[in-house]
């Protein structure tokens, strides 16, 4: 029996959450040590997937399969493609940042009551584990009732990660700081309880029909013919699949969730948010949804299309306008989220490749912004624009990151995030030109809130409540360095991505059987 990998690479961060709930509450630094220590040894974990991974190989590696629920036909299933693999990575790779970004995100304030028993730093740490392994365990889940429990279940510690551990940085005082966490937990738990509930319906509803929640051997029947679903049944239960995962993205008009969520919530958990937690909905769209309904994906395909666009340009307008740094952040990723989907439902091999390297680049890009923005709303206690001024001349790496972060966002060439969205684009225009053209209006507008974010805060007179900030320090550069490279990285060879995504993107094309439209104009001899 060969070593179950993709177990271990999702137990080790349970564990560590356990471990470091455990420790006194006196000992808040190990605390911290131990739940870093534990985020490494996954990356490790995660580092050794990668190695082992095929990209030429079988669809589903490391594949792990043991009964669970044999009255019902329900497994414990795992295994990993190229789209899930580079998923676990980036997941793996943005913990260990989140938790020295946060290290004192969660001590207890100076004028606070001393209790030892209350343990508001482990908590806070233990909880990012317990969000890593149910993420990395989701990307894994080849049984749709497994994926359900854990695509669920992540809520639970996210809700008490924005609702008891909200920004310090509020404009009101204490008592209207917990009222908005609470409504943004709240709202964060709705939003995806309603989604969540009605997958549940749609995931009985595919049990009654095909008799077992195995994704391969569903997509395997329905390719050899020997399982098909009515018409209007297959269409139902997509758009119940489709349902849950687009709160998750999240797509207009059900992001509403996302702006407060990540206002209220600290830098380091609206990374969490958007950059890990999020990917889950856009993976399961091209997992599940395609591969379990590919006629109703092809039959909603111009709705989505059309719902896609809307996100693209509301949420880059939308940012346009934001006094916040951290909502604009939330309204630019909105529209990112946009260009991923669109990239999905263009069923085109360069539209699927570009959504799935948008979904890491995104990933890295907003780690690094979102995080470089909270070291900033830190040391001036405020998350409003106009509060700032001038900083790049007191803190010149500090403003030089943000703005490579700002950059990246907006996708400039030569930073990573440039070669996903061209491919979006391209993969769009191809098939859908009306939709690839109105599309390119969210990279007009992205290089407007991005440009505009930095001209006020960093540039201009200094103002006084910035005069004495100081620049990072090393354990801020220890988080963001590492980022910053690899968006340069990625920006100038994508290759090491590209080469495991695609032929996961040509087995999710097989399944629509769809083909890339040939060219028009055929090439001179």
Same mark, same amino acid.
């Given at each position: 029996?060969?070593?179950?990998?993709?177990?271990?690479?999702?137990?080790?961060?349970?564990?560590?959450?356990?471990a470091?709930?455990?420790?006194?509450?006196?000992?808040?630094?190990?605390?911290?040590?131990?739940?870093?220590?534990?985020?490494?040894?996954?990356?490790?974990?995660?580092?050794?997937v990668?190695?082992?991974?095929?990209?030429?190989?079988a669809?589903?590696?490391?594949?792990?399969?043991?009964?669970?629920?044999?009255?019902?036909?329900?497994?414990?299933?795992?295994?990993?493609?190229g789209?899930?693999?580079?998923?676990?990575?980036?997941?793996?790779?943005?913990?260990?940042?989140?938790?020295?970004?946060?290290?004192?995100?969660?001590d207890p304030?100076e004028?606070?009551?001393?209790?030892?028993?209350?343990?508001?730093?482990?908590g806070?740490?233990?909880?990012?584990l317990?969000?890593?392994?149910?993420v990395?365990?989701?990307?894994?889940?080849?049984d749709?009732?497994?994926?359900?429990?854990?695509?669920?279940?992540?809520?639970?510690?996210?809700?008490?990660?924005?609702g008891?551990?909200?920004?310090?940085?509020?404009?009101?005082?204490?008592?209207?700081?917990?009222?908005?966490?609470s409504?943004?937990?709240?709202?964060?738990?709705?939003?995806?309880?309603?989604?969540?509930?009605?997958?549940?319906?749609a995931?009985?509803?595919?049990?009654?029909?095909?008799?077992?929640?195995?994704? =391969?051997?569903?997509?395997?029947?329905?390719?050899?013919? =020997?399982?098909s679903?009515?018409?209007?049944?297959?269409?139902?239960?997509?758009?119940?699949?489709?349902?849950?995962?687009a709160?998750?993205?999240?797509?207009?008009?059900?992001?509403?969730?996302?702006?407060?969520?990540?206002?209220?919530?600290?830098?380091?958990?609206?990374?969490?948010?958007?950059?890990?937690?999020?990917?889950?909905?856009?993976?399961?769209?091209?997992?599940?949804?395609?591969?379990l309904?590919?006629?109703?994906?092809?039959?909603?395909?111009?709705?989505?299309?059309?719902?896609?666009?809307?996100?693209?340009?509301y949420?880059?307008?939308?940012?346009?306008?934001?006094?916040?740094?951290?909502?604009?952040?939330?309204?630019?990723?909105?529209?990112?989220?946009g260009?991923?989907?669109m990239?999905?439902?263009?069923?085109? =091999?360069?539209?699927?490749?570009?959504?799935?390297?948008?979904?890491v680049?995104?990933?890295? =890009?907003?780690?690094?912004?979102?995080?470089?923005a909270?070291?900033?709303?830190?040391?001036?206690?405020?998350?409003?624009?106009?509060?700032?001024?001038?900083?790049?001349?007191?803190?010149?790496?500090?403003?030089?990151?943000?703005?490579?972060?700002?950059?990246?966002t907006?996708?400039?060439?030569?930073?990573?995030?440039?070669v996903?969205?061209?491919?979006?684009?391209?993969?769009?225009?191809?098939?859908?030109?009306?939709?690839?053209?109105?599309?390119?209006?969210?990279?007009?507008?992205?290089?407007?809130?991005?440009?505009?974010?930095?001209?006020?805060?960093?540039?201009?007179?200094?103002?006084?409540?910035?005069?004495?900030?100081?620049?990072?320090?090393?354990?801020?550069?220890?988080?963001v360095?590492?980022?910053?490279?690899?968006?340069?990285?990625?920006?100038?060879?994508?290759?090491?991505?590209?080469?495991?995504?695609?032929?996961?993107?040509?087995?999710?094309?097989?399944?629509?059987?769809?083909?890339?439209?040939?060219?028009?104009?055929?090439?001179?001899?």
């Amino acid at each position: 029996m060969s070593f179950p990998l993709l177990t271990a690479t999702a137990v080790l961060p349970a564990v560590g959450a356990i471990a470091t709930a455990a420790v006194p509450a006196a000992r808040r630094t190990a605390a911290k040590w131990l739940a870093l220590l534990f985020s490494l040894a996954t990356l490790a974990l995660a580092v050794l997937v990668l190695v082992r991974f095929e990209p030429g190989g079988a669809r589903y590696q490391l594949t792990e399969s043991h009964a669970w629920i044999a009255d019902f036909g329900v497994r414990y299933e795992l295994g990993v493609d190229g789209i899930g693999v580079a998923l676990l990575a980036l997941t793996a790779l943005l913990i260990p940042f989140v938790i020295l970004a946060g290290w004192h995100d969660a001590d207890p304030l100076e004028d606070a009551r001393p209790n030892r028993r209350w343990r508001p730093t482990q908590g806070f740490f233990a909880l990012i584990l317990m969000v890593e392994a149910m993420v990395i365990l989701s990307f894994e889940a080849t049984d749709v009732f497994l994926f359900y429990i854990l695509f669920e279940a992540m809520l639970i510690p996210m809700y008490f990660l924005i609702g008891g551990f909200g920004d310090r940085a509020h404009a009101g005082g204490d008592e209207a700081a917990a009222t908005q966490r609470s409504y943004a937990a709240v709202k964060f738990l709705l939003y995806n309880l309603v989604g969540g509930l009605i997958m549940l319906a749609a995931v009985i509803g595919l049990y009654v029909v095909a008799g077992t929640f195995s994704l =391969s051997e569903i997509v395997a029947a329905r390719a050899d013919g =020997s399982l098909s679903m009515a018409t209007g049944t297959e269409r139902w239960l997509f758009l119940g699949f489709f349902f849950a995962f687009a709160v998750k993205a999240p797509l207009w008009p059900l992001h509403t969730w996302l702006p407060n969520a990540m206002g209220e919530a600290t830098a380091p958990v609206a990374v969490l948010i958007t950059a890990v937690v999020d990917k889950v909905g856009t993976f399961a769209m091209l997992r599940f949804c395609l591969g379990l309904f590919p006629e109703a994906s092809t039959w909603a395909t111009p709705a989505i299309l059309v719902l896609a666009l809307i996100s693209i340009v509301y949420g880059a307008l939308l940012a346009v306008g934001q006094r916040d740094i951290k909502r604009l952040i939330a309204y630019a990723s909105i529209s990112h989220f946009g260009f991923i989907i669109m990239g999905i439902f263009a069923m085109t =091999s360069q539209g699927q490749s570009g959504a799935t390297l948008y979904m890491v680049n995104h990933g890295i =890009s907003t780690a690094a912004l979102m995080l470089v923005a909270g070291f900033l709303i830190s040391r001036r206690g405020s998350r409003l624009i106009a509060d700032y001024g001038g900083v790049q001349k007191v803190a010149p790496v500090l403003a030089g990151t943000f703005l490579i972060g700002g950059l990246a966002t907006l996708s400039l060439p030569g930073l990573s995030p440039f070669v996903s969205e061209f491919l979006v684009l391209v993969g769009t225009f191809s098939r859908y030109p009306v939709v690839g053209v109105i599309a390119t209006v969210g990279i007009v507008l992205a290089a407007l809130y991005v440009l505009v974010l930095y001209q006020r805060t960093m540039t201009g007179p200094v103002k006084d409540a910035v005069r004495t900030m100081p620049d990072l320090r090393i354990r801020e550069l220890v988080v963001v360095t590492p980022l910053i490279a690899l968006l340069l990285f990625l920006g100038v060879y994508p290759k090491p991505l590209t080469e495991i995504v695609n032929p996961a993107v040509e087995h999710t094309m097989s399944d629509v059987q769809k083909t890339d439209p040939k060219p028009e104009v055929e090439a001179a001899p």
